[in-house]
């Protein structure tokens, strides 16, 4: 789906790195020591990363740089990690947090 | 306790760090990104004379000389909160809490969303998001984008992802609706492109930029202007055509485009699909200072500079004791800008730490800003030396102010 840029032609060829393993909601995934989750995780062909916490529709990321958190995961059990600027590491666990109860919501339907 | 803290390891940081610690002081830089360089990393373009402004090279230089220098740069942290307390700055950053005399806040800018039915799409991000990914993390973005927004920013990027072999389909202007403004008129997107026509000589050239110097003439080149756009690095620049939605279930799939009249009114019945895997929103830059905001220090909103900045002088110093800016949270402008105020707010702090600076070196350092500015191959708002007038007015207002309450 999308690919790495190996060569380019003004900044040269992609330095060799070394490859870690991860997973991502229980699949497991290839990334280059030292990139951010969000990049590895694009690199594979993932582009969503989770589901609106209260919509449930599908997000990915959008600034890359750390500011709107619409890349928001949970990592190693830590909940609302960046992953645009979380570097990946060997053995890593990310996962999406998924959708929420909205128990006001749910019960404003019925009673409200 | 430390001389100083700097927060943000971009081009005007890591400058400050570097003069900093040249007069001796002990610096402190924090940074949220995992690398130092801050929007410098992303950079690269041809300047005139055909030598390359690699932001990845430049950074890496800066990191070198501060290594050299011992800096202590922690990456990774993100500063949540600043306080001043008796005369000492307090900086949280996640669970920590470190202390200083002085605060030099660069923390650079942000980009402004547009605002587009679908833009939650995953494969739906900022201009900058696929600058990052394609030139530091060489992952391509997608196979064929659409970037919606005209500017500055948006076609310096196109080129970037034209080089790294990424196919661009169209750069077209976000529909007109309450939020969009002027970013969606064609007339007033034309009017800004002319002040940088030296950046996109071939769409100019073809337009008869000379020509379009008197307002008879820019109504006639949008009216006129071609419906499926002019080429620039062979990617087509839509400045009548709108993006009314991105496309997509799971993911995007596509954008629909529409024929827009000059002043951006959507003709009905010209909607057409066309395909891509990822959409660039480029609403442009603004100074990213929500940590000034916290100290109470005084903002005036200047558009030429990009939107609410917080009061500082020429040596880069704000009216509260040991609060410093430098960067683009003083207003938007090129990296080397950035850099020369990074070395200015160090000399004033040096020197209101009671470093030997002479006035000379220090006035000479503010000179050197102007230089840079007006040798600037980008220039992101073409009244940038204007807004500069508009803040120093406000700085000696509030001056003068204090100066009578100090009588």
């Known amino acids: ?112 | 306790m430390r001389d100083l803290i700097i927060i943000g390891s971009g081009p005007a940081g890591l400058t400050a760090a570097i003069t900093a610690a040249e007069h001796g002081l002990d610096v402190l830089v924090l940074d949220e990104y995992h690398k130092p360089g801050g929007r410098l990393l992303g950079q690269l373009y041809e300047e005139p004379g055909g030598t390359w402004w690699n932001g990845i090279e430049e950074s890496r230089k800066l990191a070198e000389r501060a290594g050299v220098l011992g800096l202590d740069i922690r990456l990774g942290k993100s500063v949540h909160n600043i306080e001043q307390v008796n005369s000492s700055w307090l900086v949280h950053a996640d669970c920590e809490t470190f202390e200083a005399k002085s605060l030099l806040l660069a923390t650079g800018a942000a980009e402004a969303p547009v605002a587009i039915p679908g833009w939650t799409l995953p494969g739906v991000m900022s201009v900058g998001a696929a600058q990052v990914m394609t030139n530091v993390h060489r992952v391509k973005p997608g196979k064929r984008g659409v970037i919606i927004g005209v500017n500055v920013l948006s076609s310096a990027i196109a080129m970037e992802l034209k080089i790294a072999d990424i196919e661009v389909a169209a750069i077209a202007l976000p529909k007109t609706n309450q939020v969009n403004g002027s970013a969606s008129n064609p007339t007033e997107v034309m009017n800004a492109l002319l002040h940088v026509s030296h950046m996109a000589p071939s769409l100019f050239v073809k337009m008869g930029s000379k020509l379009m110097k008197n307002d008879f003439m820019k109504k006639m080149g949008i009216t006129f202007y071609p419906k499926n756009g002019v080429r620039m690095w062979d990617i087509p620049v839509m400045l009548r055509k709108a993006v009314i939605r991105i496309e997509g279930t799971d993911q995007v799939e596509g954008v629909t485009l529409a024929t827009v009249t000059a002043d951006g009114k959507v003709i009905p019945g010209t909607e057409e699909v066309i395909g891509c895997d990822f959409v660039c929103i480029a609403g442009g830059l603004y100074p990213l200072a929500e940590l000034a905001a916290l100290t109470g220090c005084p903002f005036y909103h200047i558009n030429e500079l990009g939107g609410f900045v917080p009061l500082h002088s020429q040596d880069m110093r704000t009216p509260l004791d040991g609060l410093y800016v430098a960067g683009n949270i003083t207003g938007i402008e090129g990296a080397k800008v950035a850099m020369s105020q990074g070395k200015t707010a160090a000399l004033s702090i040096a020197k209101d730490l009671g470093q030997d600076i002479a006035d000379t070196s220090l006035s000479e350092a503010v000179r050197q800003i102007s230089s840079t500015r007006t040798d600037a191959h980008i220039q992101f708002h073409p009244e940038v030396d204007a807004g500069r007038r508009k803040l120093q007015e406000y700085w000696d207002l509030h001056d003068a102010e204090k100066r009578k309450v100090m009588v």
């Open chain 1, 1 to 112: 789906m999308t690919e790495r840029i190996l060569e380019h032609p003004v900044l040269g060829s992609l330095e060799a790195g070394k490859t870690v393993t991860f997973t991502f909601n229980g699949l497991e995934y290839e990334g280059r020591e030292g990139e951010p989750i969000a990049a590895a995780l694009l690199a594979a062909g993932v582009r969503t990363l989770r589901h609106h916490e209260e919509s449930g529709k599908p997000r990915g990321i959008y600034c890359n740089i750390g500011h709107c958190f619409e890349c928001r995961v949970e990592v190693d059990g830590i909940q609302g990690v960046r992953a645009c600027l979380t570097p990946v590491r060997d053995g890593m666990a990310v996962r999406e947090s998924g959708v929420l109860p909205s128990p006001v919501r749910d019960w404003r339907k019925n009673n409200a």
